[in-house]
């Protein structure tokens, strides 16, 4: 039997999932200010929103192959 996405996040122990959720947010800033950085530090000036659309495509990327 296949569950679905709310029924996932009804059985799950809410506390846990509140702090991976408040604790994806400031990684993922991170993540997006090291590229915008790097990028910058090999004089590709990038603004700050492609930065975070780029990281956000290789996340997806990254979970996808």
Do not use: H, Q
């Not at 009804?10 to 090291?34: E, M, Y």
């Not at 492609?50 to 996808?64: K, P, V």
């Amino acid at each position: 039997m296949r569950l679905g996405l709310f029924t996932i996040i009804r059985r799950s122990d809410k506390l846990l999932l509140a702090f991976c959720v408040l604790i994806f947010g400031p990684i993922t800033l991170i993540s997006i200010c090291r590229w915008w950085y790097l990028l910058r530090a090999v004089e590709i000036p990038i603004p700050f929103k492609e930065a975070f659309r780029l990281t956000f495509i290789g996340f997806f990327f990254n979970s996808a192959v």
